[in-house]
């Protein structure tokens, strides 16, 4: 018995020493290591993770890392600025992972379509195209595309009106007439509505934006003789179930961004976005009498459909109210003149699409209907706008060569009730043509593209216009340089795009036929990229330009005070420039960005060289982000700075300055992200509190020219009440009355969710 007894002891102590080792075991911390590299350099501050837990660490001066956890196989992020984010699985007891090497999170990667109407690399891409993603546009959120595109080096919004607000975005210097705004590669944002297409369209849904700068009309036609802006929208399958996006400021600023995601059926899937601005607080703080900031009640409703990878469909619908003018305007003075306003009414209608037949063969189309109900003091304009727009292209790859043909036809109807609407604009515009480009990759390095496009306009007959670019890259492709020759042209429609024409007292003339306008350009382009120490990447982007216009129309102001003279240049117009961005990412969580544009513009005509209005020598714009990843916190440091701008003024005795005085722009924004999903946001727009001077309207006490006495041939006499022989002119402008202010909002997407059930 004694000795049973002893043998049911040892068991049990066995049996115990057993289940306590396995427990043991299964409690254990099993430590990861490794370091982290990039071509043979340590990469200092690499965030190291476990996926399954919320442990993580830092690589050290070495690039080393270690963690303990007591999952037995655990996944492993691996994530470093300027990077692509690396995930390993540990099997095999493998703790000692050894030198892991990161690859750069290259930007020259993207896929762009802007340049060659084909989805291709920025690398392999004989155009330069620039792209700017949603994380460039949240550093400094606004209202608008429009205002968005301040911070991109060579873009600069323009306001037209110190009154409307209108505005329009110049490429290099060029009026925002020579650039042609394009949703999803089709023309949508045109004519009548130039200065107001980019308002409304919900930031949240928007993709990435890619711009081309120089002539691209033989790929898109006319409106392309100075660049291209190309908005990109999401793809329904891509997004999140729903997003929300929303901020304020101190002035009153309300703008809110939905985003909804649904399906249809088990092939297809929309997308829904909303977007709501309103502004309603008058705010006078120059003291002239007049709104510093135009208001606004906009509403935007977008949808986007995707039926497999066959047909995308989308529309959207845009309705504004906007007014300014001064402080006591209300509706019923609207059109009347005992108190001064603008006041526009915009109901807008769009529908694209494309259809793939097979993977040669496409067709894109698109509608827009555009009605405006506005006006300017006593000035009314009632105008409608309906455009048409279709498109077969064919691709072929044969060998070495890539072949794109396609066939394009636009259809424009314009109308309005003013007359002194340029008779070329009214009626209907039938624009068919033709393009061929052929892009041959001679070898590895070398791409040689030749396009060519044939229009025929119904009012101006045939127009060619053909352009050529040539590309030579290293092997790595760290070094490439790019050579653009081409050609450009623009039927003009000067009313619908020139505002200015409408506001104030100056009378709108024709002096004869207006011809196409047409541009011939040269563009060098050289893009390197270092990747230095410790991880940090430093990449360049220069651009040198020369385009050469004939029959240029330019806004005359000078010949008669009272006048807006308009004819066709007989002569020629120049603007040469260089472009350079820089770009730093290091491994402090900083990202700098820095651009800068030098732009030398002049028109000639009968030897005499003249400075076009509104047009800056340099611009500049800079971003700096620092993120701290361990409090998931961004800080964003964004701003702009603009060289003299030369201003209409009204005659020699005005005491208005003809060139504006350089000015910064300068933004700071916090950002704290909850988690992924949920992220709130803060900071103070123009914190330097810049405004342009408080008389930039002339005479904006007597807005109807009540006070103003006239000679018989309509020049304006000087008198005691007037002793600058003014009228009241709001064209007298070049930046935003709105001064400093904070603002917050939120942003929060649903991350994680069930595919919904199809509800058909």
């Known amino acids: 018995m004694i000795l049973l007894y002893r043998k049911m002891n040892s068991f049990r102590l066995n049996l115990f020493i057993i289940f306590f080792s396995v427990f043991v075991l299964n409690a254990q911390n099993f430590r990861v290591s490794g370091r982290v590299f990039f071509n043979g350099d340590p990469l200092v501050n690499a965030n190291v993770y476990l996926n399954e837990t919320a442990i993580g660490v830092i690589t050290d001066k070495k690039g080393a890392f270690s963690i303990s956890t007591d999952i037995k196989t655990p996944k492993l992020t691996i994530s470093y600025i300027g990077y692509k984010t690396k995930t390993i699985v540990i099997s095999n007891g493998q703790y000692d992972l050894g030198i892991i090497e990161l690859a750069p999170e290259d930007s020259l990667e993207e896929v762009v379509i802007s340049g060659t109407l084909k989805s ?65 590669g089709l023309p949508i944002v045109s004519g009548l509505s130039t200065v107001y297409g980019l308002s409304g369209i919900p930031q949240s849904l928007i993709e990435r934006i890619e711009i081309v ?21 999401k793809l329904p399958e891509n997004t999140s179930k729903f997003s929300i996006e929303t901020f304020f400021s101190g002035w009153g600023e309300a703008n809110t961004d939905l985003g909804y995601k649904y399906h249809l059926s088990s092939r297809s899937s929309g997308l829904l976005g909303v977007n709501y601005y309103n502004y309603s607080n008058p705010i006078d703080n120059n003291g002239d009498g007049f709104t510093d900031l135009t208001l606004q009640d906009r509403f935007s409703i977008f949808n986007k459909l995707t039926f497999g990878d066959k047909l995308s469909l989308a529309a959207r619908f845009v309705y504004e109210d906007r007014w300014g003018g001064q402080m006591n305007w209300s509706s019923k003075y609207r059109g009347g003149d005992q108190v001064y306003g603008e006041s526009i009414y915009t109901a807008r209608i769009e529908a694209f699409g494309n259809y793939q037949f097979n993977s040669n063969l496409s067709l894109q189309f698109s509608f827009n ?78 791409t040689l593209l030749l ?121 020629s117009s120049i603007s040469t420039g260089a472009s350079l961005n820089a770009n730093l990412v290091n491994q402090n969580g900083i990202r700098i960005n820095l651009g800068a544009t030098y732009i030398d513009t002049f028109a000639e005509e009968a030897g005499i060289k003249s400075r076009p209005y509104l047009t800056e020598r340099f611009q500049g714009v800079w971003k700096i982000e620092k993120k701290w990843h361990q409090s998931d916190l961004t800080l964003d440091l964004t701003g702009t700075i603009t060289g003299p701008l030369k201003l209409p003024t009204l005659g020699a005795l005005d005491p208005r300055p003809s060139f504006s005085q350089t000015f910064n722009i300068v933004n700071i924004q916090l950002t704290k992200d909850w988690g992924g999903a949920f992220e709130t946001f803060g900071g103070v727009k123009n914190i330097l509190n810049f405004t342009p001077p408080a008389n930039s309207i002339a005479r904006a006490f007597d807005p109807f020219d009540k006070q103003v006495s ?34 917050v909002g939120i942003r929060w997407k649903q991350l994680g969710f069930k595919k919904a059930k199809p509800i058909f």
């Open 369 to 446: 209907d555009h009605n405006q109900n506005s006006v300017y003091g006593t000035t009314l304009f009632n105008a409608k706008q309906s455009i048409g727009f279709g498109q077969m292209i064919w691709n072929k790859t044969l060998q070495k060569n890539d072949f794109l043909i396609g066939l394009a036809y636009r259809y424009t109807y314009y109308d309005d009730d003013t007359s002194a609407v340029y008779n070329n604009n009214a009626g209907v515009t039938h624009l068919p043509g033709v393009f061929l480009q052929n892009e041959t990759k001679i070898d590895a390095s070398n």
């Open 710 to 743: 006239f000679d018989s041939s309509g020049n304006v006499l000087q008198t005691a009440n007037n002793p600058y022989a003014l009228t009241f002119d709001p064209s007298y402008v070049y930046a935003s009355n709105q001064g400093i202010r904070v603002f």
């Open 120 to 184: 291709v690399s920025k690398l392999d891409s004989p155009v330069p195209v620039e792209v700017y993603g949603k994380t460039f546009f949240k550093a400094n959120p606004t209202a608008s595309v429009f205002e968005a595109l301040e911070n991109v080096n060579g873009i600069r919004p323009q306001l037209n009106c110190n009154v409307c607000n209108t505005g329009d975005i110049r490429i290099n210097g060029q009026e925002g007439s020579y650039t042609m705004v394009l949703i999803d």
């Open 213 to 233: 700068k120089g002539p691209a009309s033989t790929l898109y036609g006319s409106e392309a003789i100075g660049g291209v802006i190309n908005l990109i929208t």
């Open 451 to 571: 396009g060519l496009r044939y229009d025929h306009n119904s009012i101006h007959g045939s127009i060619f216009t053909p352009r050529i670019n040539y590309k030579i890259n290293n092997l790595n492709k760290s070094a490439i340089f790019r050579l653009s020759a081409g050609t450009g042209y623009r039927v003009a429609q000067v009313f619908t795009e020139d505002h200015a024409a409408l506001t104030g007292a100056r009378e709108v003339v024709f002096v004869d036929e207006l011809a196409p306008e047409k541009s011939w350009n040269v563009n060098l382009n050289y893009v390197k990229k270092f990747y230095l120490k410790q991880g940090a990447i430093f990449d360049i982007d220069f651009s040198l330009f020369h385009t050469v216009f004939s029959n240029k129309i330019i806004p005359d102001y000078d010949t008669n005070p009272n006048k807006i003279i308009y004819d066709n240049l007989d002569g």
